[in-house]
Each structure stands twice: as structure tokens, then as C-alpha cells.
């Protein structure tokens, strides 16, 4: 089945918004990673539908809600070292703190706005959570299906523990891994250009999709 371009940023959107809009969970509550990934699907849902942000002038009132809760629960420095895939080793501690950051706020303009004017009343089937043991530590994929209607799109959530906690390293849409995706871009780039010439780029996108944002407001 065709999948319109608004739905498809839905699903990525749940990805990053609806997942993680919640602090993050501590082992010690006996919640695994399914029950980590369900708790936010009922604040985000309440956020979206709270009809003091359904005016224009209200949205980056609604981002300030979500956003800062996102942080709490992705492991932006896993997932920003799994894009680099090889090229890591050309970042030093300090560039690469600088890549994350740059890279975390522009994953925020590309997809976290996209949601507030595009959520139709998605709901989430949670299928099924396989955890396993590592030599780095508990690893897990919870298994999800994002549901419009008659349509559904699979959500897959790769996580791991960090200090007792649950936190997304990777996600799939539709088979589709969000760190492979970014990871082929940016290998090509690096493969004739520097780390900080890599960091400026996504700083300079970043800037762009908000300029842009801004403008049409």
C-alpha cells in the first residue's frame, strides 16, 4: 500500500516524540522496555490534543512541552557515534560532543514539528519485546505497529541500558533503520570532507528547516 508523505513523518514522529516523552525509567520500577515505550504514548497523545496548542502561535509553546523530555529518554550520543559508523574514530571527544548536539537539534526541526500539524489520531499496537544479554550490556527490540485506519506501518525500537535506564539507540520504519539511513549520508560526505566540515553541515541544515519554519509562521 502507497503511504502518503504525512503519514510516513507520523511514524517517524512517534519514533522521536511519542516514545520518549517521558524521564527516563529506572530499573529499579520493574518496568522492561515494552512498558517504558507505553507510558509516553499517553502524555504525548494528551499534548497533541490539548486545545490550548491548537493555534499556530501556540506551537513552539507545544515543542517546548515535548522536546526537552525527548532528551531525557534517546541516547543521542549512541545513536550520533552509530551514523558516523567508522569516520567515528576522526572525532575527538570534544568534536564529537559538538556533532551530537548539532545533530540531536537537527533531528528535532526535521521531524518534531511535523507532527503537530500532521496528527490524525495514530494509535500504537505494541507486538512483542525480545531482551537479551550482550557483552555490552541488556540489549532489547520491542516490536510496535503505528495504526491510521486501515493502514499500518511497523515500529521496531532497538534499546539498552544505560545506568538502569532504557533508552532507543535505533529505530526501524518499515524495515528501514533511522541510523543506516543517516550513517550512508554521512559516510559519503566524510569520505572527501573533514569532521568539522561534517558539523557545520548539520548545523547549517538545522538552522535552515528553522529559518524556514519561522518564515512560514
Do not use: C
Not at 519514533?15 to 522492561?32: E, K, M, N, Q, Y
Not at 538552522?207 to 518564515?215: A, R
Amino acid at each position: 500500500m502507497k503511504r502518503s508523505y504525512n503519514f510516513t513523518a507520523i511514524a517517524i514522529i512517534f519514533v522521536f516524540a511519542l516514545t520518549f516523552a517521558v524521564p527516563a525509567i529506572s530499573s529499579a520500577t520493574g518496568d522492561g522496555p515494552m512498558s517504558s515505550l507505553k507510558k509516553p504514548v499517553n502524555e504525548l497523545i494528551d499534548i497533541l490534543k490539548d486545545p490550548k496548542y491548537k493555534d499556530k502561535s501556540a506551537k513552539d509553546a507545544q515543542s517546548e512541552k515535548i522536546w526537552p523530555l525527548i532528551k531525557g529518554i534517546f541516547d543521542f550520543t549512541t545513536i550520533s557515534k552509530g551514523t558516523l559508523g567508522k569516520y567515528r574514530k576522526k572525532f575527538d571527544k570534544a568534536r564529537l560532543a559538538t556533532f551530537t548536539e548539532e545533530f540531536t537539534t537537527l533531528l528535532g526541526e526535521t521531524y518534531l514539528k511535523k507532527i503537530q500539524g500532521g496528527y490524525q489520531n495514530e494509535t500504537v499496537k505494541y507486538l512483542t519485546e525480545k531482551i537479551k544479554e550482550t557483552k555490552r550490556g541488556p540489549r532489547a527490540q520491542v516490536k510496535t505497529m503505528l495504526v491510521r485506519g486501515s493502514i499500518e506501518i511497523p515500529v521496531h525500537y532497538n534499546m539498552l541500558k544505560v545506568d538502569g535506564n532504557w533508552r532507543i539507540y535505533d529505530v526501524k520504519v518499515e524495515g528501514v533503520s533511522l541510523v543506516k539511513n543517516y550513517r550512508t549520508q554521512f559516510q559519503k560526505f566524510l569520505m572527501k570532507k573533514n569532521p568539522d566540515q561534517l558539523i557545520e553541515k548539520v548545523k547549517k541544515k538545522a538552522e535552515s528547516l528553522k529559518q524556514s519554519k519561522t518564515e512560514k509562521e
